[in-house]
């Protein structure tokens, strides 16, 4: 059974500041996706990542993929209060549905 | 741009009823899921479905099925209803090129068992 951890679960920080959260794996996937899921509504996605050593650029968020494609990171940079949300990392191997991870709740206060 | 709509926001329901969840998708995509969402637990997968008239189990199968008569219409169905059927459930749907496709979500059905 492939699992994605997601870490950290919770992470509560001040308008401005900069975050990371991760996304690890001991399964290798083919790709790999995030979403932001806002109180009330459906996940979102943000980016799919592909190719392992991968580095995309959102805005203010960076996404990259391990360069083994196990795992993934996300870092936002002067995070503010309409990044609040929850965070989910998503793989795919083959041909079986996405795996989710269960995801980090992010909070930034202004 | 890709809309999935499920039919209600909320729903109350009392223990033993029989139950159905519409999502109806207007991007003629293949591909459409059910999942639940539990806090602490995530996104599971309950069924999902690659074209019309098929259906496969998801990880949590138990207590739910699903019908698929026309492309843009997938209905999950929970047939006696129980308490720990309590959930968020979010519908979702993708193209084909690979089921690596990015999933679109609904905005999810709350559904409380009394």
């Known amino acids: 059974t492939q699992l994605l951890e997601q870490s950290p679960q919770f992470l509560s920080i001040q308008e401005g500041e900069n975050l990371t959260v991760y996304c690890n794996s001991s399964?290798?996937?083919?790709?790999l996706q995030w979403y932001r899921q806002e109180p009330g509504e459906g996940p979102v996605l943000l980016v799919t990542?592909?190719?392992?050593?991968e580095v995309k650029k959102l805005k203010r968020l960076t996404f990259q993929f391990g360069d083994a494609r196990k795992d993934s990171s996300l870092h936002i940079t002067a995070a503010q209060p309409g990044d609040t949300g929850l965070y989910l990392c998503?793989?795919?191997?083959?041909?079986?549905?996405?795996?989710f991870g269960k995801g980090t709740r992010l909070s930034v206060i202004a | 741009d890709v809309k999935v709509t499920q039919s209600s926001r909320y729903l109350v329901k009392r223990t033993g009823e029989k139950v159905f969840l519409e999502c109806v998708q207007d991007?003629?995509?293949?591909?459409m899921f059910w999942y639940r969402q539990d806090p602490g637990l995530g996104l599971r997968l309950i069924y999902f479905?690659?074209?019309?008239?098929?259906?496969e189990k998801g990880d949590i199968p138990e207590g739910y099925s699903v019908s698929r008569e026309k492309k843009e219409r997938f209905s999950l169905i929970l047939e006696s209803a129980s308490t720990n059927q309590t959930s968020m459930y979010l519908c979702?749907?993708?193209?084909?090129?690979?089921?690596?496709?990015?999933?679109?979500f609904g905005d999810g059905t709350r559904l409380s068992i009394l």
């Open positions: 479905s690659y074209d019309v008239k098929m259906k």
């Open positions: 991007m003629d995509h293949e591909n």
């Open positions: 998503a793989g795919n191997s083959g041909n079986t549905p996405l795996v």
């Open positions: 399964s290798v996937f083919s790709s």
């Open positions: 979702a749907s993708s193209p084909t090129g690979g089921r690596k496709q990015p999933q679109h």
């Open positions: 990542v592909v190719t392992g050593g």
